[in-house]
């Protein structure tokens, strides 16, 4: 069974930083893109950032310069360091991975999400 644990969130000042991390477990199966979305009540999933196997990164225009995804592929986990914070940060964040099956299927998977609250 195939999970992805985010870790990091929390509540924090306008200005201020967090990292989230998210790992990968319970796959043999190689990974190729993992990304993070996030949710803010009332509004829709969006794309926060995205990043590629092989290390090809994509950024909303609302996070650059601001934002950073990286990942460790020997540990299967992708980070999103999160740089002067805005309260329009303010969401669930969720993180995402396309995983290869056994017989050479990608599939999507998600977390359960972890809350990134910014005061103002």
């Known amino acids: 069974q195939v999970r992805l644990v985010e870790s990091g969130g929390g509540l924090v000042q306008a200005g201020g930083s967090l990292r989230l991390s998210c790992t990968a477990s319970?796959?043999?199966?190689?990974?190729?893109?993992m990304a993070w979305y996030r949710q803010a009540p009332g509004k829709q999933r969006e794309l926060v950032a995205g990043?590629?196997?092989?290390?090809?990164?994509n950024y909303a225009d609302s996070v650059k310069g601001r934002f950073t995804i990286s990942r460790d592929n020997a540990k299967n986990t992708v980070y999103l360091q999160m740089n002067s914070l805005k309260p329009e940060d303010t969401g669930v964040y969720f993180c995402?991975?396309?995983?290869?099956?056994?017989?050479?299927?990608?599939?999507?998977?998600w977390g359960q999400g972890t809350q990134v609250t910014v005061s103002s």
């Open positions: 319970g796959s043999s199966g190689s990974i190729n893109t």
């Open positions: 990043i590629t196997s092989g290390g090809s990164t």
């Open positions: 995402y991975a396309d995983i290869m099956s056994r017989i050479g299927v990608l599939y999507p998977y």
